[in-house]
């Protein structure tokens, strides 16, 4: 395949640039293209660690002014301006628990692509790219995550006693509670 045909993102090639970083401090030698198979971006909601596949991710943002939508539901803070685009900045934790997050100097928005557009998902932390074994993946049991959180994170990452949850941001977006934000 051609360099033509190849569309290379930013925020890849800053991921490139530090796994080659990692790599020279570790004296070149790496194995993770061997061992650690499975990639996503790491954030946090609440105390609940989950982690996004790479490519469902655009890029991570500090939270942009909103602009308020009035009378729709409280989990749509509004619309902010990603590069001359407005899109809809989406309160996770609200979404899915109707409890609000707190925004902190910590908070970051992962720009996801959806259906005629763009939305952004506002989360209480972002932890970067997480690299984990594929065989290690387990399936999420049924009590162990609210029934709406759960709906979306079918799989997980055990790691030293942490829980990550693998986020289907694919399922998010195609969900019609998702899609249909609305007046109350």
Same mark, same amino acid.
């Given at each position: 395949?051609?360099?033509?045909?190849?569309?290379?993102?930013? $925020?890849?090639?800053?991921?490139?640039?530090?796994?080659?970083?990692?790599?020279?401090? &570790?004296?070149? !030698?790496?194995?993770?293209?061997?061992?650690?198979?499975?990639?996503?971006?790491?954030?946090?909601?609440?105390?609940?660690?989950?982690?996004?596949?790479?490519?469902?991710?655009?890029?991570?943002?500090? *939270?942009?002014? &909103?602009?308020?939508?009035?009378?729709?539901?409280?989990?749509? &803070?509004? *619309? #902010?301006?990603?590069?001359?685009?407005?899109?809809?900045?989406? +309160?996770?934790? =609200? $979404?899915?628990?109707?409890?609000?997050?707190?925004?902190?100097?910590?908070?970051?928005? *992962?720009?996801?692509?959806?259906?005629?557009?763009?939305?952004? *998902? #506002?989360?209480?932390? #972002? $932890?970067?790219?997480?690299?984990?074994?594929?065989? &290690?993946? =387990?399936?999420?049991?049924?009590?162990?995550?609210?029934?709406?959180?759960?709906?979306?994170?079918?799989?997980?990452?055990?790691?030293?006693?942490?829980?990550?949850?693998?986020?289907? !941001?694919?399922?998010? !977006?195609?969900?019609? +509670?998702?899609?249909?934000?609305?007046?109350?």
């Amino acid at each position: 395949m051609g360099m033509s045909k190849q569309i290379i993102k930013p $925020f890849e090639l800053l991921l490139e640039y530090e796994r080659r970083s990692v790599a020279h401090v &570790l004296g070149g !030698v790496t194995n993770e293209d061997v061992v650690e198979d499975w990639s996503g971006i790491g954030f946090r909601i609440g105390d609940k660690n989950l982690v996004a596949v790479v490519d469902d991710i655009n890029e991570v943002v500090i *939270l942009p002014e &909103l602009i308020k939508i009035p009378g729709i539901d409280p989990w749509v &803070l509004g *619309l #902010v301006n990603i590069r001359s685009n407005l899109i809809p900045a989406i +309160d996770l934790k =609200q $979404f899915f628990s109707d409890e609000p997050s707190r925004i902190t100097k910590h908070s970051r928005m *992962l720009v996801i692509d959806q259906p005629g557009g763009q939305a952004g *998902l #506002v989360v209480d932390e #972002v $932890f970067g790219q997480r690299h984990f074994r594929e065989d &290690l993946m =387990q399936v999420v049991q049924n009590n162990e995550l609210d029934q709406r959180i759960f709906n979306y994170c079918k799989h997980q990452f055990e790691i030293e006693d942490v829980n990550w949850y693998v986020f289907l !941001v694919e399922k998010l !977006v195609h969900d019609p +509670d998702f899609q249909n934000a609305s007046a109350r």
